[in-house]
DNA sequence: AAATCGTATTGACGTGGATCAAAGGGCTCC
DNA sequence: GGAGCCCTTTGATCCACGTCAATACGATTT
């Protein structure tokens, strides 16, 4: 077990209307002057260093976030302390939605690299979405945006194998990244084999394996964590065809 | 014996305010007046066939679905015709959430049984909400819910092994038919073999064989659909303690 | 009561990914 | 800038589940 490590919480003015996440993210749709508005309720800011938890399974409720730098992996534990890993966040990602339900979270957050959230208290979004229709609907959106994709990592999980799996990801953070202004062919993987593994529902060896495979076939190049994709198209065809 | 009563058939008002599911539906921790305000805008019922869609995905999205009386599988399908069940649904529970998104259906809502569901047009259920706060939360807590639901779907997929998984279905669905006030031990599944593998993610002939290996150890007493738990915490340890 | 068809069970065999093991590489933190 | 440790890769072997196949059962129709 490992030593408590102090949590530094910095308060900032978080400021929507400056941020240029703005568009991924809550404000989607808002008209500047309820961008403002939605400034007024995002009181602060908080770092989060790397291997720290933002939120714990258990933990109450009070407010969602909204990633504005680095990210983050949730992930549930069973008991026998086996683990599986629900997501990984991104930038303009918001997290926390699981807490809604029962006024507690039900999985943990858990900061990748050093991160830093804008904390949007809960009821006060409420408050405010009863007021603003365009924020009503863009919050309604994310939290629909998420069962779908938990619907896609359900079929992937379900019945693709190990090397479609690790190409739909490959390809997903591959989008992702784009939708960043970052480039769609080369990127850094901040999570590990493991993770990565735990998310896809394999070994850490098999996701090793595939990766050297895909290396062997010319579809990426692989150094760690550091991926540049070759043939984008090659790795679709991975998840359509499926051969037996 | 009940005589069969005569009765004119009318395009019913739905009645949240009549209903005997509404403390597992969206009526829940409204009080009498604001029910009313959701008769008003529940709009129509609507009968579907066993085997029918409810909705296909693809579909525009218009409204959400409350069932009223029978059970729905949803799934998705690749192009490859690959489909992955994603999950059952049973009377009082939501469907539909998946459309606000991207306005269009993600993926196929298809009756078990004859059903029936109340039809919610969901820009007229965003306007009452911003004015009825109790029925807002309701809302939001519903799809966490899903949200946490579907976590412990990739839990089940991504780390454990069939048998555990069999009985985690069987435990969630006693569980459900407990809350609608039927026996936690003995029910009828309304779905295929094929249709728990494809939700479990796996073949038909492994479900089948783990069925007749609880009925062996004296777990439970199968008669294809017809379910019997002799033993619910021998299921509940054979989730708990992962032996390899 | 027979015929049909979808559903379920059971057996034999094959395989993809898990497990076990060992070595090498690159961060992280002094 | 070096020590230590975590992460990754790769190989050898194993086994849970998939695949293929045959049969049996039950509901529905005629």
């Known amino acids: 077990m490992k030593s408590v490590i102090p949590v530094t919480v910095v308060e900032i003015k978080a400021a929507c209307s400056q941020c240029n996440l703005r568009e991924l993210c809550l404000p989607f749709g808002l008209d500047p002057r309820e961008v403002n508005q939605l400034d007024e309720l995002v009181g602060s800011r908080r770092k989060i260093k790397r291997q720290q938890h933002l939120y714990r399974s258990g933990d109450g409720f009070e407010a969602i976030y909204a990633i504005r730098a680095g990210s983050f992996k949730t992930d549930v534990i069973l008991e026998d302390g086996r683990d599986q890993v629900t997501g990984f966040q991104m930038t303009g990602e918001v997290l926390g939605l699981d807490g809604i339900s029962t006024e507690h979270h039900s999985c943990n957050a858990i900061a990748l690299e050093d991160s830093e959230v804008c904390v949007i208290p809960f009821s006060r979004l409420e408050e405010l979405s009863r007021q603003v229709e365009s924020l009503q609907h863009q919050f309604h959106k994310i939290m629909s945006r998420e069962i779908v994709r938990d619907h896609g990592v359900m079929m992937l999980l379900g019945s693709m194998r190990a090397e479609e799996r690790l190409a739909a990801f490959l390809l997903n953070m591959s989008q992702r990244f784009t939708v960043r202004g970052f480039s769609p062919s080369e ?40 991926i540049r994709i070759l043939d984008t198209p090659g790795l679709k065809r991975l998840l359509n065809h499926h051969s037996p």
């Open 187 to 226: 990127f850094h993987l901040r999570m590990t084999r493991d993770e990565i593994g735990s998310y896809l529902g394999l070994k850490l060896e098999t996701v090793s394996r595939a990766f050297s495979r895909f290396q062997e076939e010319g579809l990426v190049a692989v150094q760690q964590k550091h």
